[in-house]
C-alpha cells in the first residue's frame, strides 16, 4: 500500500489557487422574493433543502429564510408539519441556520395577521430549535439579512478552502 508521501494527487495540485475566488451563492428558484446581494456574485436554481446555499457546497451550507409572516404561518397546521420536514432535513448540514427577517419584538407586540398568540409563536421557535439543532438568526430588514447571508458564505468558503489546503499540505509532506 502507497504511502501519503508516494501518492501523487494532480487534481489537488491547484487548490492553493481558490484562495482568490469568490463563492457563489445559490438562490432557490421558489424563493418568491429573494434577498439582493451587493457583494457576492448568485445564482438561481432548483435547492433540496433551504432557500439559499454556495455553489460546490449546496449539500454543506443551507440557509432557510423566513419573514415573521411566513415563520408564524408555520406554527399552525398543515404548515407546520411541513415546515417541520423542512427543518428536519436541514439537520445533515454542516452549516444551517433559521433566518427570521424582522425583530422578536414583532413577535412578542403581536405585529402579524394571525391569531396565533406570540407565546405559541415564540415557544415553537424555541422548539424548533431545540429539536432540529438549527441556530435562529433575526436581521431587521431584507439588505440586513443579504449582507449576514454573504458573511456566512464567505467565512464558509474561506474554511473549507483552508481545510483543503490543510489537506494538500498533509498529502504533500
Request: glycine share 6%; net charge neutral.
Amino acid at each position: 500500500m502507497a504511502t501519503a508521501s508516494q501518492l501523487t494527487l494532480p487534481a489537488l495540485r491547484s487548490l492553493g489557487d481558490l484562495a482568490d475566488a469568490s463563492p457563489v451563492i445559490l438562490i432557490d428558484n421558489r424563493e418568491q422574493d429573494p434577498l439582493r446581494f451587493e457583494h457576492l456574485a448568485s445564482k438561481t436554481c432548483t435547492l433540496q433543502t433551504g432557500d439559499y446555499s454556495l455553489l460546490g457546497a449546496s449539500e454543506l451550507f443551507s440557509v432557510e429564510r423566513k419573514t415573521v409572516s411566513d415563520f408564524v404561518g408555520c406554527c399552525v397546521g398543515d404548515n407546520r408539519d411541513r415546515f417541520a420536514r423542512e427543518l428536519h432535513r436541514l439537520r445533515g448540514f454542516h452549516f444551517k441556520r433559521l433566518l427570521i427577517v424582522g425583530t422578536e419584538s414583532e413577535i412578542r407586540e403581536g405585529q402579524y395577521r394571525s391569531n396565533v398568540k406570540p407565546q405559541s409563536v415564540l415557544g415553537t421557535l424555541s422548539a424548533f430549535e431545540i429539536r432540529y439543532d438549527i441556530p435562529v438568526t433575526w436581521c431587521a430588514t431584507p439588505g440586513i439579512a443579504a449582507a449576514q447571508i454573504e458573511r456566512w458564505a464567505w467565512y464558509f468558503a474561506r474554511q473549507l478552502v483552508e481545510s483543503v489546503n490543510e489537506l494538500r499540505r498533509g498529502v504533500a509532506s
